[in-house]
């Protein structure tokens, strides 16, 4: 069997954006992970 490797070469693990409409943003990403079913922390 062959062993896969994990290569972190160019990968983002985060970004930091700023947003001008903080409800609006959150509605956004409420609407994207509620389609995704990804339960929203925080």
Same mark, same amino acid.
């Given at each position: ?6 290569? *972190? ?7 930091? &954006?700023? /947003? ?6 959150? *509605? ?7 389609? &995704?079913? /990804?339960?929203?922390?925080g």
């Amino acid at each position: 069997m062959e062993v896969q490797q994990l290569h *972190r070469d160019g990968l983002i693990d985060h970004i930091q &954006l700023v /947003i001008e409409n903080l409800s609006a943003c959150l *509605r956004f990403y409420a609407t994207l992970l509620d389609a &995704l079913e /990804i339960p929203m922390a925080g």
